[in-house]
């Protein structure tokens, strides 16, 4: 009987290197805060509420849809 060779770790292309040394990655919130900042690092109102309009016609499109497969 033969017996299967040792199995090597993946190494995964792009993946973070962990240690003590790596610096902190900010958090999500932060990044998405991060989006709506202007070029002095002030927030864009302007820009947010956009973004706001946006999200609810695209609900208002995509609720319809998904309400047909939840029905009971």
Same mark, same amino acid.
């Given at each position: 009987?033969?017996?299967?060779?040792?199995?090597? &770790?993946?190494?995964?292309?792009?993946?973070? $290197?962990?240690?003590?040394?790596?610096?902190?990655? +900010? #958090?999500?919130?932060?990044? @998405?805060?991060? &989006?709506?900042?202007?070029?002095?690092?002030? $927030?864009?109102?302007?820009?947010?509420?956009?973004? +706001? #309009?946006?999200?609810?016609? @695209?609900?208002? &499109?995509?609720?319809?849809?998904?309400?047909?497969?939840?029905?009971?």
């Amino acid at each position: 009987m033969r017996q299967a060779p040792p199995r090597r &770790q993946a190494d995964w292309f792009g993946r973070p $290197l962990q240690g003590r040394n790596t610096p902190k990655k +900010a #958090s999500t919130t932060e990044n @998405i805060i991060a &989006q709506f900042r202007d070029q002095d690092g002030q $927030l864009d109102f302007n820009k947010m509420t956009e973004v +706001a #309009s946006q999200m609810g016609k @695209i609900y208002g &499109q995509v609720s319809p849809l998904i309400t047909t497969f939840f029905k009971k």
